[in-house]
């Protein structure tokens, strides 16, 4: 290409190739620019996520920051592919006669399509001649093989059950098989369909509604009441796996708790039920039982509620400082107190809501306090002590604590208590600080048992869906909606605790659950479930 201070041709055709030339060398340099940010924010979030599969959730901070960074990846990613596709237009455009370098977008290496997917093979014929010398004696030396992900729209079909009648020649008595097995009785639909309507609605946030309208758009009629009349009959039908799950979580050493409110339909408005989950999950100690969560709903938050989920529990309840559990620490309790354990994440999520620059900038702070900043610093230093012994045995952990995390906490009391004698009792600060030093026994609880956890983040996650979904849901339709809620969010969140489909468990379940022992149900909860082979289902 022709540099700024040579003189340009007279050509009418030369000077509009050089333009092209020139166009096209712009739209190479914009798509080498949207490549390298896409590809460096597609590092910066993988990085991200890996620290936190180490690590663990650090702060809210770093939980915001992986959604922006998602969030910057999906802009970035579609405007490298516009400006890639607009670099080679530009290139084609500018012909063969000037010298424009093609543009190849730089990837992360993508991994191979999964081997348990069948293969369409579509063979593209080969030439019959030479190009070089036109001679027809060609022989086979190889082949590239280019594979495409593509999807199948969702396929419906009607299976018939025929039961041939038979008649006795000699007594005339007919004969026939017994009908078929249906999941719900004169149930019409089968188990992978009513696994579908059950994950949509509970574990994607889809009400029957939506659902109804996308069945209908693809020639299928299910009406609202026919959809919910299926919810109602497999909820009843789990019951027993529900129990099951919330006795083997209330068998645990240690339980996280927790609850959200759930807007509920009542006339001309709705109310606020609740959602109570508790959380079993002892990897933190290195323990092997199985995760499980148990949800249950009740009207309202009172604390005989969670007196009665929890009445037949003795162990360590890790929970935030909702006063309806107080009663449960009394020691005139029966079967006998259960061990408080505060959550420090809600201790320090005080302090960090004060210290948070990012909400200062954006004017919602209307001032950051130099005080919260240094609380937030103390207790990361003794979250960053509890990373490196998160998964080793409760004896390991405990002798790490009494090493290097007590002494951080007696300073951070020692501090915290100084400091609070010089504030007032109105500032936030010294609020912040009184939630932690008045019930610094079950904040400290941690350093004299190796299994009690640093937070109630457990628990957390576990209702984080529900959260998601009031936004799509908006609301339960009743009371016994709501119950119906706390049996298919247990056996969801249960089944993805243990790290699998559940959809293709609860379809399983269905299938075999009527004909399936009591003194065996056991075999059907998640942990001990195994998925049909993959291989022979695409066979």
Known sequence: MMSAGDSLPDN????????????????????EAASAEALIAHLRLTIEKLRREIFGPRNERKARLLDQLELELEELEAAAAEDDLAAEKARAAAGDTTMVRAFARKKPARKPFPAHL??????????????????????????????????????????QHVREKFTCRACEKISQAPAPFHVLTRGFAGPSLLAMILFEKYGQHQPLNRQSERYGREGVDL??????????????????????????????????????????????????????????DDRPFAGDDPQAAVFFYSRDRAGEHAEHHLEGYAGILQADAYAGF???????????????????????????????????????????????????????????????????????????????????VAELETWMRGERARLSRHSDVAKAMDYMLKRWPAFTRFLADGRICL???????????????????LFAGSDRGGERAAVMYTLIQTARLNDVDPQAWIADVLARINDHSTRRLDELLPWNWRPPDRASLAA
């Open 455 to 473: 937070t109630n983040n457990a628990a957390e996650r576990a209702l984080r869906g529900i959260a998601l979904g009031r936004k799509s849901w």
């Open 223 to 280: 009406s609202l009441s026919t959809l919910a009349d299926q919810v109602g009959g497999c909820a009843q039908l789990m019951k027993p796996v529900y129990e099951l799950i919330g006795a083997h979580v209330f068998r645990a050493e240690r339980v996280h708790g927790d609850e959200t409110p759930v807007p509920v339909l009542a006339r001309h408005q709705t109310r606020k039920g609740r959602l109570w989950v508790y959380v079993r």
């Open 326 to 408: 107080n009663r449960l620490y009394a020691g005139d309790r029966v079967p006998g107190p259960l061990t408080e354990a505060a959550c420090w994440a809600h201790g320090r999520r005080k302090f960090f809501v004060l210290a948070d620059i990012a909400a200062k900038a954006r004017g919602k702070l209307p001032v950051v306090a130099p005080l919260a900043v240094e609380a937030v610093k103390r207790i990361d230093a003794i979250f960053d002590v509890e990373r490196e012994i998160n998964g080793r045995s409760a004896g390991e952990g405990l002798a790490v604590r009494r090493e290097r995390v007590a002494p951080l």
């Open 118 to 159: 069948p293969r369409e093979r579509i063979v593209i014929a080969g030439p019959s001649q030479c190009s070089c010398c036109g001679s027809t004696r060609l022989a086979k030396i190889g082949e590239d093989v280019t594979e495409t992900l593509e999807v199948i729209p969702r396929q419906w079909k009607v299976i």
């Open 12 to 31: 009418v055709e030369m000077l509009k190739g050089l333009v092209r030339a020139r166009e096209a060398e712009l739209a190479h340099k914009c798509a």
